[in-house]
């Protein structure tokens, strides 16, 4: 298991990137720390002081970021450029072997380029430090059965738990949902994934959004059934791209 501790987690991603990525310690990024290169409508010019390549080419969208400092507007795993990407993490790791943040990005840009293993790793050593974003990441690897990680609702669960206790609203919606099902040993509580995906709403997260909505619709987790606000959360999540929520839309004539 690939767990380390303050600076040594970042040094000992930092190498395991390095020899994955088949980069130098010192690789070059594809441009300035200062400006950030073309992007997606919308994306910052001016890049604030103190943000580094890595936080431009792999930090999530504000939106995913949930609670965490977002320094720049992010992109999208689809979006990621990840050979750029995982050399400017490979290069922020060592210049700032103690911010946890980059570790979870570098493991964004393992994702993207195929490398699961890879990925999972970094993400159990940003995990281990109590980031998030990286336990939310990490649990979905286990629910899946991805980056050679076998299929582990159990361990899923528990680092769902571990993000949402920090209020990051994907960790709440994950935990909903597990709750919602019973699963990963969990007894089955629908007025505690109601609870949970309203947090996780209210923080914009829109697959939580989705879900509750459908809980507003149906009448369930303790809420008193009501359109406007399945339709209202329903709007949320289809503008946060979920698109079950423009089917329910549709179905309930909401559209």
Partial sequence: ????????????????????????AHAATDGSDQKSGPGPAGALTEVPAGVTECDRLAQPTRAA???LPALVNGVSLADLRWPAARAACARAMEEAPS?????????RAADKGGDARAAARLY??????????????LGVMYENGEGGLGRD???????YRLAADQSYPAGQASL??????????LRRNEAEAARLWRLAADGGNAQAQNNLGKLYAEGQGGLR??????????????????AEARNNLRRAGRS
Wanted: charged residues 20%.
């Fill in 65 to 67: 970021m949930g609670n």
């Fill in 225 to 242: 059934r009501d359109m406007n606000e399945a339709a209202r959360l329903w709007r949320l999540a289809a503008e946060g791209g979920v």
């Fill in 124 to 137: 159990r050593a940003a995990a281990d430090e109590g980031y998030p974003l990286a336990q939310v990441n």
């Fill in 99 to 107: 911010e946890v943040r980059f570790v979870a990005f570098a493991a």
């Fill in 153 to 159: 609702d159990r361990e899923a669960a528990r680092l």
């Fill in 176 to 185: 909903g949902t597990f709750l919602l099902a019973g699963r990963g040993g």
């Fill in 1 to 24: 298991m690939f767990e380390m501790t303050g600076r040594a987690t970042a040094w000992g991603a930092l190498l395991l990137l390095s020899a994955l990525a088949g980069l130098p």
